[in-house]
């Protein structure tokens, strides 16, 4: 090419993508390739801009206008009355959805007005119901009728939709799918003269005495520390481990308001099953900020004790806990294979034990967060002696 050719030469834009541009109601019309136009972006009070946009509402109104039906094979009926939500069994939602028994499939509120906004079924109020079977007729409903009727709790209903619009299965958080979780058992000293002196120290009398024999000289050793002068110390390790502080395990009392567990929620799953589910994948708390404050110590502690799903149990195990099987020394060791202490110990201790979410509903904005509970003084954070043997290697 030329230099002339390039001086005069146009850049060519770039083609723009469909999804970029706002739709018009005319495609609805037509189905004919569209053409892109000039983007409207203020008004200029012309005839042919009044009559662009007039067009543009007429185009919607009668794509709006056009009836929306189904066959009466798919049409499913739900009846609703004072005390019970009963659904037809029809439909492939169901698999995850509801109670069933006999021929009907009886639903929770926020499962009812789910289905009803998708328009997967017809809403009934119950007017009559034939003694000795199953018929039922009734009066239609609209979806304002629906809210008023079985709407308890904006949040939870806003938080279950939300879910499930996402692809989750959600159910009921039920008291028989409660488990406790795994009680942490504290390691303490087996060793009586130790025992001895901390039930000893522990009175009043004990710390009147203390502070005298500090005072004469005879007790000359670190405060909150073991007995140095009754030690011996032949690694490294023993010296790092008596200087470490054995924290009991404070349980406070049960709360006057417990929080309760909203909703058990799975992942995906074409094998599920609502009769017998598994352990949930995450346990969620629905709460309203303008109506609840954030959950106590207590009421935290009182969540972390009740709650059980998938995965709990590995949180809890230390891989350097585990039994280890002596190694093939014939075969080297590759950098997968080596314990990563450090890794899971660091997961421990950023992600917790017993994590419960936290549905923070605010004028129907959802915040999810993850509230767990943390051990440090459970984390054995001492080097050990391979590692110091490491450290002096490297200095020679």
Known sequence: ???????????????????????????????????????????????????????????????????????????????????????????????????????????????????????????????????????????????????????????????????KRCGYIVLRHSIERENTTLTHTQKTNTDTFTRLWKSFTSTSLSKIVERCLRYVGVINYIPYTPNWLFSRFTKQRQLFASLQLKIALKTSSPPTNPLQITYDVWKPDPSFSKKSPPIPDFQIVVQDVHLNRFPTLSQAQDLFSRCSYKGQNQEHIRSEDLPRTPADKSKPKSKKQQPALGRNQARRMKEGYNGIILALVDNGIINYTRLSEARFYEEDVIPRESDFKKHNQGKR
């Open 1 to 163: 090419m030329s230099e002339e050719e390039d001086e005069y030469s146009v850049p060519v834009e770039p083609e723009l993508e469909l999804e970029d541009e706002p739709q018009s109601w005319e495609n609805f019309q037509s189905t004919a390739q569209l053409r892109r136009g000039e983007k409207e972006f203020e008004p200029d009070n012309t005839e042919i801009q009044r009559t662009m946009l007039q067009q543009s509402l007429n185009h919607m109104f009668s794509a709006l206008a056009v009836p929306r039906a189904h066959t009466v094979k798919q049409n499913t009926k739900c009846y609703f009355s004072d005390d019970e939500i009963l659904c037809e069994l029809k439909g492939s939602y169901l698999q995850n959805m509801g109670t069933v028994k006999g021929r009907w499939c009886y639903l929770t509120p926020e499962e009812a007005i789910y289905l009803v906004e998708r328009g997967t079924v017809e809403p009934y109020w119950i007017t009559s119901r034939t003694s000795g079977s199953d018929e039922l007729e009734g009066a239609p409903l609209d979806l304002q009728s629906v809210y008023g009727l079985v709407m308890k709790n904006l949040a939870e209903y806003q938080v279950y939709a939300n879910l």
